[in-house]
């Protein structure tokens, strides 16, 4: 009885110092690996999402754990920065490619308005000359050659003031002298299909963000009247606190939306991208919706302080 007792006795102790034994195993593992993986697997989440400078997932802050997981999180900052290295190259490029593009567009403009225009409005005036001598006398009078030099007058003046709305589209002088919504009003205005309207005070932002919507503005109505052949397409410029938003919403063919505005440069359209690549610049984002048959609706909103990882693009198709 005394050796079943105490034989009892033994393998009572042995059955908690294994439960013990196994409580500490579970804390150790638990502290050791599962709760520094849990900290790890939050970190990759919020790579995922672009959160990278959330002050609670930042990645300057050890999560502990055995050595292979404090490996891992060296290597999951390693690529962060490299992440983070070629975001910032790549915003650089966008700024310098942006740029680049309104520098030429402004170089165009100078060009045209101080040669082409220049040489156009002389002979302009050389016609202008020609006839009033057919008309005072000075050649043998000819009424069809009067009527021809009168008609290639007119045409003349024509293609110049068309070369003055193509040099106002190259550099919109407009929108710094009077803001983006007066800008657009000008810009709708003697165009029978297109409707402006804003919403909210008006306030100026700065330049990039001004020719950034009016860019926008610019490429979507004309998408609008010359591929969705829209009859009616109304633009909204909308102001809150934070932020500038421009919707632009047309009764035309529509289209079928990618899920990715990228494809559309596989299909040879670059006017989109462009608008994406200047909002995403700015922090902000682009939303469309169509559905052929339907219409189109594209909204550009562009926040007043700029998130460069901020999502810059959605796509939705209307049911």
């Given at each position: 009885?005394?050796?079943?007792?105490?034989?009892?006795?033994?393998?009572?102790?042995?059955?908690?110092?294994?439960?013990?034994?196994?409580?500490?195993?579970?804390?150790?593992?638990?502290?050791?690996?599962?709760?520094?993986?849990?900290?790890?697997?939050?970190?990759?989440?919020?790579?995922?999402?672009?959160?990278?400078?959330?002050?609670?997932?930042?990645?300057?802050?050890?999560?502990?754990?055995?050595?292979?997981?404090?490996?891992?999180?060296?290597?999951l900052r390693s690529m962060v920065?490299?992440?983070?290295?070629?975001?910032?190259?790549?915003?650089?490029?966008?700024?310098?490619?942006?740029?680049?593009?309104?520098?030429?567009?402004?170089?165009?403009?100078?060009?045209?308005?101080?040669?082409?225009?220049?040489?156009?409005?002389?002979?302009?005036?050389?016609?202008?000359?020609?006839?009033?001598?057919?008309?005072?006398?000075?050649?043998?009078s000819n009424p069809q050659l009067?009527?021809?030099?009168?008609?290639?007058?007119?045409?003349?003046?024509?293609?110049?003031?068309?070369?003055?709305?193509?040099?106002?589209?190259?550099?919109?002088?407009?929108?710094?002298?009077?803001?983006?919504?007066?800008?657009?009003?000008?810009?709708?205005?003697?165009?029978?299909?297109?409707?402006?309207?804003?919403?909210?005070?008006?306030?100026?932002?700065?330049?990039?963000?001004?020719?950034?919507?009016?860019?926008?503005?610019?490429?979507?109505?004309?998408?609008?009247?010359?591929?969705?052949?829209?009859?009616?397409?109304?633009?909204?410029?909308?102001?809150?606190?934070?932020?500038?938003?421009?919707?632009?919403?047309?009764?035309?063919?529509?289209?079928?939306?990618?899920?990715?505005?990228?494809?559309?440069?596989?299909?040879?359209?670059?006017?989109?991208?462009?608008?994406?690549?200047?909002?995403?610049?700015?922090?902000?984002?682009v939303n469309l919706i169509s559905?052929?048959?339907?219409?189109?609706?594209?909204?550009?909103?562009?926040?007043?302080?700029?998130?460069?990882?901020?999502?810059?693009?959605?796509?939705?198709?209307?049911?």
């Amino acid at each position: 009885m005394n050796m079943d007792f105490a034989f009892d006795g033994v393998l009572h102790w042995c059955c908690l110092l294994a439960v013990f034994a196994f409580v500490v195993g579970l804390l150790w593992v638990s502290i050791r690996v599962l709760i520094p993986l849990r900290r790890l697997a939050k970190q990759a989440e919020s790579i995922m999402n672009g959160s990278f400078n959330t002050p609670s997932l930042t990645f300057d802050k050890p999560v502990g754990g055995i050595r292979e997981i404090e490996q891992l999180q060296r290597s999951l900052r390693s690529m962060v920065d490299q992440i983070q290295a070629a975001r910032e190259i790549e915003t650089a490029y966008r700024k310098a490619l942006t740029e680049s593009q309104e520098n030429e567009r402004m170089h165009l403009a100078r060009e045209i308005h101080d040669d082409t225009i220049q040489s156009l409005v002389l002979v302009s005036h050389s016609i202008e000359r020609a006839a009033q001598a057919q008309t005072n006398g000075g050649y043998q009078s000819n009424p069809q050659l009067s009527a021809c030099l009168e008609s290639a007058r007119s045409q003349l003046i024509g293609t110049i003031d068309s070369l003055r709305q193509v040099i106002a589209n190259l550099r919109p002088t407009i929108l710094e002298e009077l803001g983006l919504a007066t800008a657009i009003e000008v810009l709708c205005e003697n165009r029978p299909t297109l409707a402006f309207s804003v919403k909210g005070d008006v306030y100026g932002t700065d330049h990039a963000r001004e020719l950034a919507i009016f860019r926008a503005v610019q490429e979507i109505t004309r998408n609008a009247e010359s591929h969705a052949h829209a009859k009616q397409i109304s633009v909204t410029l909308s102001y809150s606190p934070d932020s500038v938003a421009l919707e632009v919403r047309d009764d035309g063919v529509g289209f079928q939306v990618p899920p990715k505005l990228q494809e559309f440069a596989v299909r040879g359209h670059y006017g989109l991208l462009g608008i994406q690549e200047r909002v995403r610049h700015l922090g902000g984002k682009v939303n469309l919706i169509s559905k052929p048959a339907v219409g189109t609706c594209i909204t550009v909103m562009i926040p007043t302080i700029a998130n460069p990882f901020a999502p810059t693009f959605a796509a939705t198709v209307l049911n």
